[in-house]
């Protein structure tokens, strides 16, 4: 099945150049880039992303996190993009990653952790327009 799913290369990624090595990740994974922009998030906005997750301890730090520089936000599309993107981004915990993932080898602890990746076709379907028009995509 063809699917779009949302990618977001976090602040700390971003910030230590680690882009374009994530970007060819994805593309050998077999993932097709149909949008991408670079965006300094506010506050508010990470909020409103991260809503779902308003009640956990960690909603504040994660908010000031994704908004404390530059994150690349996409749409990657492929067959079964949102569960392939997830398996190639590994666990949340970088600690707990699989080997040759991408948090295993960009992530530095369970809240800076390189990636996002939509985690239902639900989600995918309030991510991706958050971000994106569908003049931006392409494909
Ligand atoms: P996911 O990104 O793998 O889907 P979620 O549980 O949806 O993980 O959490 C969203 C983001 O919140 C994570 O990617 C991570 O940046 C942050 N996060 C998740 N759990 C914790 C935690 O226990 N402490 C700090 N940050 C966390
Ligand atoms: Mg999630």
């Known amino acids: 099945m063809n699917q779009s799913t949302l990618g977001i290369v976090k602040p ?42 308003r009640n956990r301890p960690f909603f504040d730090s994660l908010t000031g996190f994704m ?6 936000v996409m749409v990657l599309q492929g067959e079964n993009a949102i569960e392939r993107w997830r398996d190639l981004m590994g666990a949340t915990d970088p600690a707990q990653a699989g ?3 991408i948090r295993k080898d960009f992530g530095q602890n369970i809240e800076r952790n390189a990636v996002h990746g939509s985690d239902s076709p639900e989600s995918a379907n309030i991510e991706i327009p958050y971000f994106f028009n569908a003049l931006e995509l392409a494909g």
């Open 12 to 53: 700390d990624a971003v910030k230590a150049g680690s882009l374009g090595a994530i970007l060819e990740r994805l593309e050998s994974g077999g993932l097709t880039v149909v949008g991408l922009k670079m965006i300094h998030l506010t506050g508010e906005m990470a909020q409103g992303f991260y809503r779902v997750h």
């Open 67 to 72: 908004s404390e520089g530059p994150c690349v």
């Open 99 to 101: 080997e040759g993932t």
